[in-house]
């Protein structure tokens, strides 16, 4: 795509400092939310003359889902999940809303279930979907070339936590090898928690699972 076109945000958001990332086109005015935490996100799309096309979520965990309730009720756009996810957005007990966030989250709303390869256009955006179960049955990442998204999966030195209810470690550690990385070694990995890092560095120094 043409990158003068491309809008990039990261904003941690919300009592984890979850990472919410905005990626939009400007020519088309339109941009994808990825695991809001609050409304805050909102905010950064106004001052970019930018309008929400959808909400894009990496998992359903409580500090990656407290916004959305709030973002759908004021545009009215789809919510895209994993089949195995949606579950959590209607369960504050699955999605641990009960202990990390002062009050209980559910989300209601349309949703529409992505699978491995789906493509999700918004202008010149193309992002494709990955799973990559391991944090939660139904985590994915969302791809396009030079960028993955990858929500609690993969992080700068570390990996997901596993030891929720539904945590798979050895599922989490296949993900990984299988999927994240096989892609170039200059993507650029935008985790769901700390700074951004590259394929090809945590292939070489994460203690947790190396190439």
């Given at each position: 795509?043409?990158?003068?076109n ?38 950064a ?23 959305v ?50 493509h ?14 391991g ?23 570390s990996v ?33 928690h ?18």
């Amino acid at each position: 795509m043409d990158t003068s076109n491309l809008v990039l945000m990261r904003m941690p958001l919300g009592p984890l400092g979850t990472n919410c990332y905005v990626i939009g086109d400007k020519e088309q005015g339109e941009a994808f939310i990825i695991d809001p935490a609050t409304t805050d996100v909102l905010e950064a799309l106004k001052k970019h003359n930018l309008k929400p096309k959808a909400v894009l979520l990496t998992h359903g965990h409580g500090d990656h889902i407290g916004g959305v309730q709030g973002i759908v009720d004021a545009y009215d756009v789809s919510i895209y999940i994993h089949h195995d996810d949606v579950k959590y957005l209607s369960d504050p007990e699955l999605n641990l809303s009960n202990y990390s966030n002062p009050t209980p989250i559910t989300v209601k709303g349309r949703i529409v279930e992505v699978h491995e390869g789906d493509h999700i256009t918004c202008g010149a955006i193309d992002l494709t979907v990955y799973e990559t179960p391991g944090h939660t049955p139904g985590g994915v990442c969302y791809y396009m070339p030079g960028l993955v998204f990858v929500g609690d999966t993969l992080f700068n030195q570390s990996v997901g936590r596993t030891d929720f209810v539904e945590g798979n470690y050895d599922a989490l550690i296949n993900a990984i090898k299988t999927k994240l990385y096989t892609l170039p070694d200059n993507t650029m990995v935008y985790p769901g928690h700390g700074p951004e890092t590259q394929i090809g560095y945590e292939k070489q120094y994460n203690p947790f699972v190396g190439a």
